[in-house]
């Protein structure tokens, strides 16, 4: 049924219709929303059998949901940015169990400076954790998305990270077509582990695994991801079959068969680089886009397939990695290794920065013109970084960055100097 | 023990009575053939380990007391370490290990997925070393309490890092030699005025039940484990458990030194309820603390080579600790001040 909804709320219905039995809540900003919906339906009596726990910490989230998990429960929790962060070890713990804990990644930008808009750099941060990490493009991909996931968890023995952009997609309101109890229920079985935490049966989990051992359990790790490439497939396509519309999958492509310039992207950003694209062949430029929906595990193949013959590939980036330039970009580069095609990173959306159709469509301008450099910031204040960059040249004092701009400027904790 | 009891039929040496001079119902959980082995033999802790004594007991009479309906949760240390050599494993119940810090949460997550599939009557207990319990994971300790989940969480204090080579700990007592409080300097070993009253700091939660016991007497460790497992909610047993290897004491002294340890006044043993101290234990035979320092090569520093005390003011400032707490708790008349 369609409903005029925000999207962290139809999340949380999403989550609730996957019946999760164990369900932990601290809030971080633009996550909140998605926890309070869940919260509120199990205090409501909406959703029954499950265990709300407000935690203390998002390390402790992580660590309540692999508890509940060992013990054989359906274990659900979100968070964001420093809150990723602050859980990481446990993330990472989370993987290598293999324990399938579902967990929402409202994306955000990771300080300092402290910043609570949108981008990707979080995400990049568990890239190799051991998730199957899917990225959504839309409330409806993301509502759709967490019903897959607890099905791919489940079937793969892996955590799996839904990644919706935090405020684009988290605090939009639209139209979203909330799968039903009855739905979810035949899509989705029992949550039915191999090896829990029971008196009847004790097993030892999370023992010491040395030299002679680790390497095997590390391999089937890599082994269960290249699993999850086919698997992701099919459930999405099972989700088509059962719920009428597709959503997921490895990679989605639009008008990218006879494309001259393929953009790349993750995320909600892929809605304007569409529109973009509509308005460019409507001039003759030949653009294609592809959306990656599996960022862990890469869909090297399926993106290769989608990317085809394509000369110029550009990858728009909402994080980057310092030192070096684009995190997905590297891994499309490794995709298309045997072709041709002229590959740039562009790094936008940096914080929240709102990246307009112009800036895009002047990208791929310019990628068609073969004036596209490997790495572009866009968008960047070039008079600021420059001023900065010349005092640093000539001083070599340090600071923090963001304070030294302001310093700069003759302006130190809002004092005029 | 029936309090008619006149005749002593205590051990050589110790002031612990003899199980089988007890009636069968009194005897210790070890007494008994049909004991669960919890942790069963194999395991890898060193000779005379206080951390695998205590564990054993703790392990074993909670076992009997939830009639084996119990799930443990360990944090990473040596207890971990030395039990569970993949794909060798000691334990004899449900275990799961996660990490260092969060063995407190994954007990909540444990409890609460059990009671999600209407098993609340699988009990569930946590266990971990001091840095596991004091340090790196008081903050989900700290959460688990405020929020009173279903779970015993159990210290196994031996006062250091031991797992990674004797590193200080918010444990470590003062004018204790450890790896990174080196007994060098004018005031050698780990400071004064630090470190955490772990087993205070739990009453102050007001949780159902807290108790603190030791290695020497394992009748009385037992039966808080069975105490403990008649509360639901949170509860806390802070456990002295000697580490001969950090300490530097001899593996056939890990009793001994425990016992001297409450003996002496510097670790009172006793229980709380509902955030107030409902018994102690008494001191039997008070000894001055150079007689449990002096066994220990960590407060070396403090003694000359014939066992003279050679820092007075230092021994003193922990004869003082050890006075202030048989006060605080009663050690001498076992009324609690």
Redesign the interface.
């Known amino acids: 049924m369609l409903r005029q909804l925000e999207g962290s709320r139809a999340v949380a219905l999403a989550v609730a219709a996957c019946r999760p039995?164990?369900v932990?809540a601290y809030p971080i900003t633009p996550q909140t929303h998605i926890v309070e919906g869940v919260g509120e339906l199990v205090k409501s009596g909406e959703l029954a059998?499950?265990?709300f726990?407000?935690?203390?910490?998002e390390?402790?989230a992580m660590?309540?949901?692999?508890?509940?998990?060992?013990?054989?429960?359906r274990?659900y929790t979100a968070t964001s940015s420093q809150g990723l962060l602050f859980m990481i070890?446990?993330v990472y713990?989370a993987g290598g169990?293999g324990l399938p804990v579902v967990m929402t990644l409202a994306n955000r930008a990771i300080g300092a400076p402290i910043n609570i808009w949108n981008d990707h750099s979080d995400a990049m941060a568990v890239r190799d954790a051991g998730w199957v990490m899917l990225f959504a493009e839309s409330n409806q991909e993301a509502t759709d998305l967490h019903i897959q996931a607890f099905r791919l968890a489940e079937d793969l023995s892996l955590p799996v990270m839904v990644n919706m952009d935090g405020f684009v997609l988290t605090h939009a309101t639209e139209r979203i077509d909330v799968p039903t109890q009855e739905q979810v229920d035949a899509f989705l079985p029992p949550f039915e582990p191999r090896q829990?935490?029971?008196?009847a049966?004790?097993?030892?989990?999370?023992?010491?695994?040395?030299p002679e051992?680790f390497t095997e359990v590390r391999f089937l790790a890599h082994a269960k991801q290249l699993q999850a490439i086919g698997r992701i497939g099919e459930v999405a396509d099972e989700f088509a079959r059962s719920f009428g519309r597709r959503s997921g999958g490895l990679v989605n492509s639009y008008r990218a068969e006879d494309a001259e310039v393929v953009v790349v992207a993750l995320g909600s950003i892929l809605g304007t680089i569409k529109d973009v694209a509509d308005e460019m062949r409507e001039r003759g430029t030949k653009v294609g886009v592809v959306g990656i929906s599996s960022f862990r595990p890469f869909p090297l193949e399926a993106l290769h397939e989608a990317i085809g013959d394509a000369r110029r590939v550009v990858v728009i980036e909402r994080a980057f990695s310092t030192g070096f330039g684009g995190v997905l970009s590297t891994d499309v580069a490794l995709a298309i290794a045997d072709a041709r095609a002229r590959i740039s990173t562009v790094v936008a959306g940096l914080g929240g920065r709102a990246v307009p159709e112009a800036t895009i469509a002047a990208v791929i301008e310019d990628a068609m013109a073969d004036r596209l450099e490997a790495l572009r910031f866009v968008d960047l204040d070039e008079g600021v970084v420059a001023r900065e960059l010349a005092r640093m040249a000539g001083d070599r004092r340090s600071g923090p960055s963001a304070e030294n701009v302001l310093r700069d400027l003759r302006t130190v904790a809002s004092r005029s100097v | 023990m029936t309090a008619t009891q006149k005749v002593k039929f205590y051990q050589v040496g110790s002031f612990a009575v003899g199980n089988r001079l007890l009636e069968a119902d009194q005897r210790t959980v070890q007494a008994d053939v049909s004991r669960n082995n919890t942790i069963t033999s194999g395991h890898r802790a060193c000779q005379g380990c206080g951390e695998a004594l205590g564990a054993r007991y703790v392990l074993d009479a909670a076992m009997r007391a939830t009639a084996g309906k119990l799930v443990a949760v360990n944090a990473t240390g040596c207890l971990e370490v030395f039990t569970t050599p993949y794909p060798e494993s000691s334990w004899q119940l449900p275990w799961v290990h996660s990490l260092f810090g969060n063995a407190a949460a994954v007990a909540t997550g444990v409890a609460a997925g059990l009671k999600a599939q209407g098993r609340g009557d699988i009990r569930v207990l946590a266990q971990a070393g001091d840095g596991g319990t004091v340090d790196i994971g008081f903050g989900c300790l700290s959460g688990m309490f405020e929020r009173n989940d279903d779970v015993l969480f159990v210290c196994y204090d031996n006062q250091a890092y031991m797992n990674t080579g004797v590193q200080r700990s918010g444990a470590t007592p003062s004018a204790a030699r450890t790896a990174t409080t080196e007994a060098v300097g004018p005031e050698p070993g780990n400071a004064f005025g630090q470190g955490k009253d772990m087993a205070t700091l739990a009453m102050a939660h007001g949780i159902d039940y807290v108790a603190t016991a030791t290695v020497s007497d394992l009748h009385d460790l037992e039966a808080k484990v069975e105490r403990a497992m008649e509360f639901h909610g949170a509860r806390y047993l802070h456990v002295l458990v000697p580490c001969p290897l950090g300490w530097g004491s001899n593996s056939s002294d890990t009793i001994r030194v425990a016992r001297l340890a409450t003996e002496s006044g510097l670790f009172p043993v006793y229980e709380a309820e509902h955030g107030s101290v409902t018994a102690a234990s008494p001191i039997r035979h008070r000894v001055p603390v150079e007689d449990y320092l002096r066994l220990q090569r960590r407060f070396r520093h403090l003694f000359d080579s014939q066992g003279a005390v050679k820092r007075p003011d230092i021994v003193g400032r922990l004869q003082q600790m050890a006075n202030r707490n048989i006060d605080r708790f009663g050690l001498l008349t076992n009324e609690v001040a």
């Open positions: 039995q164990v932990c059998g499950c265990e726990i407000n935690v203390e910490s390390f402790a660590s309540v949901a692999i508890g509940a998990s060992a013990a054989g429960s274990a070890e446990a713990n169990l829990v935490l029971d008196p049966d004790p097993v030892t989990i999370g023992a010491l695994v040395g051992a």
